[in-house]
């Protein structure tokens, strides 16, 4: 089965173009295990690497590798706090640097681009997806207005500005396929005004009236906002980020990175299993521990990661439709990347298991239309 052409063309923006300018840097910083560094063993015996994991967390948000570290799943390593990911892309440029030993969770189109770019990363386990309206923090969230706005579709947000964690990221694809989808030409499309605005921040950027349209999961508040679109109205059942390790730190460190893989993949099947009053409980108890001047008060809108897949096993398809419309755009030469140089199950200990899927996935294509890349019309 063909996964469906699409169509955005923003994307091409110059934020991957520093991944470039780092791949020196990489080479000599990311991955990189000393002869004399201290060791350590997992409770079966298993001989570690590393004592340590780096990386960069999220504000007010418990995210697959602090879930696991909390319910003892990565013992005995510990994380190293680096910082606040603003998204996906800032969290590929802090692996290529050397500064993280795993990724922040990106964008799946993200991490294609920037393997197709000759980068040696990976990706190594899912982080969030959409699998049921019950099951995904995806189905919360979406692009919001304000409720007197008048913004009642696409061809509303021709002039407009609309706030977005990145330039280049998943927020401006779906942005850009909402668009199409409703009919904008590219040229109107240029009409709209992106702004780069921290996660934290959109709701009350949105509120001020400083933007008009602004993407975030859950409404902190009842009334003054509501709902434009989401993800889940143009994309159904899919895993739309991951995880990932360079190539060079997988090569020195296999042991430590199939521990921290194996962890993640028990925590986000801890996730899925438990009430969510006892999964709240868990990320409110997280989020005061590390003490970082946060609140929790998005917490309760937190319904799951939504992962479809046991484990958070990665498949093609996860990557084939990114993939595909980076080629129809003209962002990558057709050939220039090989799905199993995107994505490795190799450390993930679900991988085994003969069903990683659920049965009760609905056609991958049954809310997907294909885009004309030249006028933008979609068709069935």
């Known amino acids: 089965m063909h996964a469906p052409k699409l169509f955005f063309s923003r994307f091409s923006s110059p934020l991957f173009s520093p991944f470039l ?16 560094a201290p060791v350590a063993r997992t409770p079966d015996g298993t001989l570690l690497e590393q004592t340590q994991i780096r990386y960069l967390g999220a504000a007010g948000y418990v995210d697959v590798l602090e879930l696991a570290a909390d319910l003892g799943y990565l013992d005995p390593l510990r ?9 996906g892309p800032q969290g590929i440029q802090t692996l290529l640097s050397g500064d993280v030993d795993i990724s922040s969770s990106s964008f799946n189109s993200a991490i294609v681009k920037v393997v197709a770019s ?13 699998d049921t309206p019950e099951d995904s923090f995806l189905s919360q969230g979406g692009y919001f207005v304000r409720e007197d706005s008048g913004i009642d579709g696409p061809r509303d947000l021709i002039g407009k500005k609309i706030a977005v964690n990145a330039l280049g990221a998943q927020a401006e694809l779906y942005l850009s396929e909402y668009m199409l989808r409703g009919g904008l030409t590219k040229n109107e499309i240029k009409q709209v005004e992106l702004i780069v605005i921290p996660p934290v ?8 009236g400083q933007v008009d349209v602004a993407q975030f999961y859950w409404p902190s508040a009842q009334g003054g906002v509501r709902k434009l679109f989401s993800s889940e109205d143009l994309f159904s059942h899919f895993t739309a980020g991951s995880y990932m390790m360079s190539s060079r ?28 009053a006892e999964v709240h409980e868990r990320f409110r108890q997280i989020i005061a521990r590390r003490d970082r001047n946060e609140n929790d008060r998005l917490i309760p809108f937190f319904t799951g990661y939504g992962i479809p897949s046991r484990g958070g096993v990665l498949k093609d398809e996860d990557f084939e439709i990114w993939r595909d419309w980076l080629i129809a755009d003209g962002q990558i030469e057709a050939g220039a990347v090989e799905l199993k140089k995107v994505y490795t199950n190799a450390f993930n200990p679900y991988a085994s298991d003969k069903d990683t899927s659920d049965k009760n996935a609905p056609d991958k294509n049954a809310n997907h239309e294909r885009v004309n890349h030249e006028n933008g019309t979609s068709s069935p």
């Open 118 to 130: 000759g980068a040696p990363v990976i990706a190594v386990i899912a982080s969030y997806g959409y």
């Open 201 to 208: 921040s959109m709701e009350q950027s949105l509120r001020q």
């Open 249 to 276: 730190y997988l090569r020195a460190n296999p042991n430590t990175a199939r521990h921290v893989v194996g962890g993640m993949a028990k925590a986000i099947e801890w996730a899925r299993s438990r009430p969510r």
């Open 79 to 87: 994380l190293e706090y680096v910082g606040i990911s603003q998204g």
């Open 21 to 36: 300018s780092l791949f020196a840097a990489f080479f000599l910083l990311a991955g990189c295990a000393k002869d004399d």
